[in-house]
Nanobody, 123 residues
Framework: VQLQASGGGLVQTGGSLRLSCAAS????????VGWFRQAPGKEREFVTA???????SYADSVKGRFTISRDNAKNTVFLQMNSLKPEDTAVYYC??????????????????WGQGTQVTVSS
């Protein structure tokens, strides 16, 4: 499956952005979709994920500010990001899990990565 991430941009501290991850080639099926981010000089880190039955998980750093949702009919996953902080600045990637069922936190448990979208939060 091909994943296309979009919606990134430049926003001030406290602002909001909504990222989208659209799939083509086949449906998400019974696989979780995750969002990861990577800042310059840092490792890729887990942000959030949603399973095919809408079970979600969030990194502690984004809990209460970010919301992941999934529209299976449109084969799209959304990431609503509110109260953005400069430390949220990174390239955000979406990816499809290798295994069906639950959510996963390790990038190695994901395949079919999108190309990434840049999120920059100015102070």
């Amino acid at each position: 499956v091909q994943l296309q991430a979009s919606g990134g941009g430049l926003v001030q501290t406290g602002g909001s952005l909504r990222l989208s991850c659209a799939a083509s080639g086949r449906t998400f099926g019974s696989y979780a979709v995750g969002w990861f981010r990577q800042a310059p000089g840092k490792e890729r880190e887990f942000v959030t994920a949603i399973s095919w039955i809408y079970m979600t998980s969030y990194a502690d750093s984004v809990k209460g500010r970010f919301t992941i949702s999934r529209d299976n009919a449109k084969n799209t996953v959304f990431l609503q990001m509110n109260s953005l902080k400069p430390e949220d600045t990174a390239v955000y990637y979406c990816a499809l899990a290798r295994y069906s069922g639950g959510v996963y936190y390790n990038p190695d448990d994901y395949q079919d990565w999108g190309q990434g979208t840049q999120v920059t939060v100015s102070s």
